[in-house]
């Protein structure tokens, strides 16, 4: 089948959804702030806990990770998604999701060739990567600290 120009433009055009951006953008704004909110008042728990500003915002990025992961999980991070768009990629929340969203999809093939191979999909190199780093620099550095 042989298409002209004017036709695949044509084509395009039906196929094609008009962005309706006068809502798309104020979304993306308003559930990235919250998301950020979020962030912050995690911060200012964990803070109000006794915990200094260092430990507070290293604790309130795990938080992030974990809720995103969970919300991943649970199919509540699509939906929101769905929604706000470029909102939930947030760098923690969406490399979270990034990570989690593939392994979930392979799950049904096993721990090690569906779930755990499937890690590595999108970010997952990154962060597994520096994770499994630092578990191993912080056995090492607990060796040599109890010699």
Do not use: R
């Not at 999980?73 to 760098?91: C, E, Q, R």
């Not at 578990?135 to 109890?146: D, E, Q, T």
């Amino acid at each position: 089948m042989k298409v002209t120009k004017q036709e695949y433009s044509e084509m395009t055009k039906q196929a094609s959804h008009n962005t309706k951006s006068y809502f798309t953008i104020p979304m993306a704004f308003l559930i990235g702030g919250l998301i950020c909110v979020l962030g912050q008042a995690l911060i200012f728990l964990y803070q109000y806990w006794g915990m200094s500003t260092e430990k507070a915002s290293s604790l309130a990025s795990i938080t992030l990770v974990l809720l995103s992961a969970l919300a991943t999980g649970f199919g509540i991070y699509d939906k929101l998604a769905k929604h706000a768009g470029a909102g939930t990629l947030v760098p923690i929340t969406g490399f979270a999701n990034a990570v989690v969203s593939p392994a979930l999809e392979f799950k049904s093939e096993g721990l090690i060739l569906g779930l755990g191979a499937k890690l590595f999909i999108i970010a997952g190199p990154v962060i597994v990567y520096g994770v499994a780093a630092s578990i191993l620099y912080g056995v090492i550095y607990w060796v040599f600290s109890i010699i």
